[in-house]
C-alpha cells in the first residue's frame, strides 16, 4: 500500500472505531442483557499480516493494544468463566461485559501477547491443547501456509486436485479451498496429510508452549483452558471419538497447571448441541465456539459464540458493537 492509500486506510478506521464508541454509549441505555468473547490467535511483530492469502494472518502487537484500550474503555473486561453470568447480572447503563479468549499452543502469548496484556493491566483466557509440552511441532495449518508460500506444491497433490493446483498457482486466496478440503478428511486422511506437510515444510513455523511458559500465564493472572490435543472438528466425530477428543491430553495440561480445566473451545470453533452435550457429560463449565454473535442471557454456557478479530482495530470494534446492538433490538 503507498503511503496515500496507508493514510486514508488508518483515517478510514479511526472513523470506523469512533462510530463503534458512539453506538456503545447509545447501547448501554438499554437493559439488554448481552456481552462478547472474542478469539484471538496470533499476535505478532509490528504489522498484521494478509488475510486475503494468509490462513490465520497475525494481528500486530500495536493492533492488538489498541483491541484492548477499546474494550476497557467501552466494556467490562471479565474472565471467560465468567462472562455469561456476568451477561445475566448486567443492568442499564453498565458497560457490556466482554472477555479476551487465545486459542492454540502458539510461542507469540507468551513473548508478544502478555508483555501487552501487563502493560495495559487486563488478563485473557488461554486455550491450549497441550500439544508442544515436549517440544515443537506445528499445527497442519501452519505448515500449509509454508508449502503454498514457498510453493512447495508437490506436497499437495493427494488433498487439491489439478483445478485447484492451477488455481494456487494464479491466486493466493486458493489456500483456504485446500484448508477446507484437508479440515473435512477423515481423521487418520489428516494425520496422513499432516505428515506430508510437516516433511514439506521443514522447520517448524512456531516454538509452542512449554510447561514453563504455560505457568507464566498463570503467574500474569490469566486462565488456561482446554483445546483439545489433535485439534478435530468435532462435529466429525462419532460418540466415542468425541468423548475421548475432549478428555485426552487434558490431565496432562491440568498437572502442568495445577488446577481443574473447567473451560473448552473447540478446535476451529465448531459445535454443535451433541458436542456441547458431551462436553457438559465431560465435566466442563463452558464451552467456546466462533462465530459473529453477541453473548445473551438465553445463550447455552457450552455455546458461548466468540467473535474473530478483524486486523483493523475500528473494524473489530464496529463488529463487536453491532454484535451487542442485533441483541438490543428484539
Ligand atoms: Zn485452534
Request: hydrophobic letters at 40%; one cysteine or more; glycine letters at 8%.
Amino acid at each position: 500500500m503507498n503511503g496515500l492509500a496507508e493514510l486514508f486506510s488508518t483515517l478510514r478506521d479511526r472513523l470506523a472505531e469512533l462510530r463503534a464508541v458512539l453506538l456503545c454509549r447509545r447501547l448501554r441505555r438499554s437493559a439488554a442483557q448481552a456481552g462478547v468473547a472474542l478469539v484471538y490467535h496470533r499476535v505478532d511483530g509490528d504489522r498484521s499480516g494478509d488475510a486475503s492469502r494468509e490462513i490465520l494472518p497475525a494481528l500486530s502487537g500495536p493492533a492488538f493494544a489498541r483491541h484492548v484500550r477499546h474494550l476497557k474503555r467501552n466494556y467490562r473486561l471479565v474472565p471467560a468463566s465468567g462472562l455469561v453470568d456476568a451477561v445475566r447480572n448486567r443492568r442499564r447503563g453498565e458497560p457490556f461485559p466482554a472477555c479476551i479468549t487465545f486459542d492454540d499452543d502458539l510461542a507469540g502469548h507468551v513473548r508478544e501477547t502478555l508483555p501487552i496484556l501487563r502493560r495495559e493491566g487486563v488478563s485473557a483466557t488461554f486455550f491450549v491443547g497441550g500439544v508442544s509440552l515436549d517440544g515443537p511441532r506445528a499445527f497442519w495449518w501452519q505448515d500449509l501456509q509454508i508449502v503454498v508460500d514457498d510453493r512447495l506444491l508437490d506436497a499437495l497433490p493427494h488433498v487439491a486436485d489439478d483445478d485447484l493446483l492451477r488455481a494456487l498457482e494464479r491466486e493466493p486466496k486458493a489456500i483456504f479451498r485446500v484448508a477446507a478440503a484437508i479440515e473435512g478428511l477423515e481423521p487418520p486422511q489428516r494425520t496422513e496429510t499432516a505428515a506430508v506437510l510437516r516433511a514439506a515444510a521443514g522447520a517448524t513455523a512456531d516454538e509452542g508452549l512449554r510447561s514453563n511458559d504455560i505457568g507464566r500465564l498463570l503467574a500474569a493472572g490469566c486462565d488456561i483452558g482446554f483445546h483439545t490435543l489433535r485439534h478435530e472438528a468435532l462435529p466429525q466425530l462419532d460418540d466415542d471419538a468425541l468423548e475421548a477428543a475432549l478428555r485426552e491430553g487434558r490431565d496432562r495440561l491440568e498437572t502442568v497447571t495445577g488446577r481443574r480445566l473447567a473451560l473448552v473451545s473447540y478446535p476451529h470453533g465448531k459445535a454443535d448441541e451433541r458436542v456441547a452435550g458431551a462436553a457438559r457429560t465431560a465435566g466442563y463449565d463452558a464451552g467456546f465456539t466462533t462465530g459473529r454473535s453477541a453473548v445473551t442471557a438465553s445463550t447455552d454456557p457450552l455455546l458461548v459464540p466468540r467473535i474473530p478479530p478483524a486486523l483493523a482495530p475500528g473494524k473489530t470494534a464496529l463488529r463487536i458493537a453491532r454484535a451487542v446492538a442485533s441483541c438490543t433490538s428484539q
